[in-house]
Structure formats: C-alpha cells, structure tokens
C-alpha cells in the first residue's frame, strides 16, 4: 500500500513502477536510473499490467504519466465503446446503410445533421464497410487515429458487415479489450471483472471513491463497494499495489480525502506500507570547478 501527496504524483509513481518492473522501454529509463534493464519474470510483457479505477475521471492523470514515459496502453472504460461519440454516430450509419428502409434511424440521424446516403450489401467485408461509411459521411481517412480502433474491431467481431453490427450491440466494456496487444491496461474496476494480470496497480483507494460516495444525493452500498475493491484486488497474480492520495482533483475540484475505511481490513502483515517520497537527484560535481578551488 502506497500514499502519495497527489494524483499526479501518484500517476508518476505507476508510471515509473511499470516501467522499472519491465525492465525499461527507452535508453532514458537507464540513463535515469529509472530501470536498470531487467524486468521481473513475472512481468515480461505490457499487457501483463493493469491500471484499475474506480472511475474514468481518473484516468486523465494516468495517461499523462504513461504518455510522458513512453508506456504504451489502452483505455477500457464502464461506458462501452461503441456507445461513444463519434464511434456511436458512425455505428447508426453503418446500420442506416445496411436498412436503408429503417425510418428511425433516418430521422435520428437526420436531427444530428447527418446524412447518410451511402448503401452497403449486408455480407460485405465488415471492415471495409466501416472504413466506407467513415470515408464516405464523415470525411475521414481510415487510418485517423479516432476510428482506426473502430476499424480494427469490425475485422474481429464479425465477418460481415451485418455480423459485426449485431455482435457491436450486445458489446460490453471488456469486449473491447485486446489481450494480445503489447500495451498495459487502464481501466474502470467494473470493467476488469474475469480478467487476470500479473501485476495491478488499483488507484484511488480513498473514503469517497472507495466506497464511491462523492455526492450527497447518493448513497454508498458498502458492501457493493466492498465487493468491488475485492474484484480488482483479485485481478492480481503476483504483484498488488493499493495506491492513495491526500490531494486529487476530480470534476474540477481539488479533493483532500482519507484513506479508504476498506484498508483498515486487510491484514498489516501481509502488506508493506510506505510513504512515497521522490526524492531530488543530487547535482552532479563539476570534478573541472573542483581543481580550480
């Protein structure tokens, strides 16, 4: 377990234990002291990490850090993917060109300015049929960074056009998750149910996103929350870190939160509790200035 004094400083710390227990992603890891080029057995790959959650808003700080340390991930959210502007959007197009006859969709789309005037044959390569109507209504190159994953997806979840649509409909958050993929995974705690990494790093272990009870009007189901927590504890296979902050903005506010009440119940033996303190790297001698003195 790990308190540090903010998010961000907290970000920096996974950030920097990833890279570390890797073993180093870039000469500067080395050249920082950061990693020293050997990983842990245990964590050979990017995708045996995992970043968990309690809520997406606070991922941002996470994937500063990450990005800032050259850490390659993917974002897996509560909100399924394909419910999400503008892949949502795409999507009823894609449906529009399947059925042009479906009169709802034609005036749904048609309140969003959107008009779509492209027909695609139902038993199509599903993948081309995506990068048609992205191409075709939204104007957009297949490879734009906003729909590549769109387009990725269509060619493994159907083989048709009309395979992949229904498939997209009955998608979930972890639908979306490609294990294959040498990237770590940052994610909701909802959204990491069934799944199992050798490392997880589960943020925000606070009395307010853990239990989750930020606004008056709602009320914490603790056991719920409880439950939770065990979910994303359980995700683990080898190595756990249970994070926290004294200081974190959410929603655009600065948050000052105690420790998680749930911590108190796990055993102190079985944990090693340190206060994250990153200390400033001495200055170099100048060994030249010292022979003049």
Known sequence: MVQHPTDKVEAEFVARTIERM???LRFFSMDSQI????????????????????TTAQMPAIEKALQDHGVPYQRVGQ???FRQEPIRSVMACLRLALSPANRFLQEKLASQAVKATVKIDPASPARDAVAEVIETLFHKDRHDPVFKELIDLA?????????FVRSAELAGPVDTYKTQLEKVALMTLHA???????????VGCEDGLLPYRLFEDRKADLDEERRLLYVGMTRARNWLYLTWAKSRV?????LHL???PFLEAIEQELVEQTKAEFKRRPKAVDNQRLLFE
Do not use: N
């Open 22 to 24: 890797i073993g180093g």
């Open 35 to 54: 990693a020293d080029g050997d990983g842990h057995d245990t964590t050979r790959s990017l995708s045996d990490f995992a970043i968990l959650c309690r």
């Open 79 to 81: 909100e399924p993917f």
């Open 155 to 163: 060619a493994g979840l159907g083989s048709s056009a009309q395979a």
């Open 192 to 202: 990491s149910k069934g799944l199992e990494f050798a490392c997880v790093f589960v």
């Open 250 to 254: 959410l929603y655009g506010k600065t």
């Open 258 to 260: 105690d420790k998680s």
